[in-house]
Nanobody, 122 residues
Framework: QAQLVESGGGLVQAGGSLRLSCAAS????????MGWFRQAPGKEREFVAR????????YYADSVKGRFTISRDNYKNTVYLQMNSLKPEDTAVYYC???????????????WGQGTQVTVSS
């Protein structure tokens, strides 16, 4: 059974950094785009970043461009989200997801993790 498991969330002060991990298992994700989404309290879930599993081509939401970096380690079947210069508005539950197409719409993603909480204090 395909599974995505996020880790690495926590509490950090504004300006700090965190690295999230998403471990994939249960199937081959070599044909999938891997994405990160987030959902803040009272808001809809939004796209953050994505990467091709094999090609390393990345795409970011404007709100995180220049601060966040998505990467992957194919040997470990893991995708990462390095988050620098964190702001209080980055506070959210962060989700890892997998899609067969390059898209930002969450309804195009077939597999989802359970999420990991990131809290940025001011």
């Amino acid at each position: 059974q395909a599974q995505l498991v996020e880790s690495g969330g926590g509490l950090v002060q504004a300006g700090g950094s965190l690295r999230l991990s998403c471990a994939a298992s249960g199937r081959t994700f070599s044909s999938y785009f891997m994405g990160w989404f987030r959902q803040a309290p009272g808001k809809e879930r939004e796209f953050v970043a994505r990467i091709t599993w094999s090609g390393g081509i990345t795409y970011y939401a404007d709100s995180v461009k220049g601060r966040f970096t998505i990467s992957r380690d194919n040997y470990k079947n893991t995708v990462y989200l390095q988050m620098n210069s964190l702001k209080p508005e980055d506070t959210a539950v962060y989700y890892c997801a997998a899609s067969l197409i390059a898209a930002v719409a969450q309804n195009t993603y077939d597999y989802w993790g359970q999420g990991t909480q990131v809290t940025v204090s001011s």
